[in-house]
C-alpha cells in the first residue's frame, strides 16, 4: 500500500501537473492556490468535510490493517499526516 493515497487528500493535493498543462503560469497557480485555501476555510462545510476525511480515512486504515496491509514502512508517514493507527 502506498501512504501517498493518503496524502494527497489529508494535505490539499493541488493539481499542479494539470494546471501546467492547461497554460496556467506559476502566479495563476498560486492565486488558484490562495483562492482554494480562503474558500475551504470560509466554506460552512469545512468542518463537515474535516470531520467526513478524518471517518473515511479511519475507516479505511481500519480494513487495511485487519487485512494485514498497514506495513511498518507506512505506518510512519501515516502518523505524522495524523491519522490514528490501529495498535498491531
Do not use: C
Not at 40 to 54: E, L, Q, T, V
Amino acid at each position: 500500500m502506498r501512504a501517498l493515497a493518503f496524502e494527497k487528500p489529508l494535505t490539499g493535493f493541488f493539481p499542479a501537473e494539470a494546471y501546467r498543462d492547461m497554460g496556467f503560469s506559476v502566479a495563476e497557480m498560486d492565486e488558484v492556490r490562495r483562492y482554494r485555501r480562503e474558500t475551504a476555510a470560509s466554506n460552512d462545510f469545512a468542518p463537515f468535510r474535516k470531520y467526513f476525511r478524518k471517518d473515511m480515512h479511519g475507516s479505511m486504515v481500519q480494513n487495511l490493517a485487519r487485512i494485514g496491509l498497514l506495513s511498518d514502512r507506512v505506518r510512519p508517514r501515516l502518523e505524522r499526516l495524523g491519522i490514528s493507527l490501529p495498535e498491531r
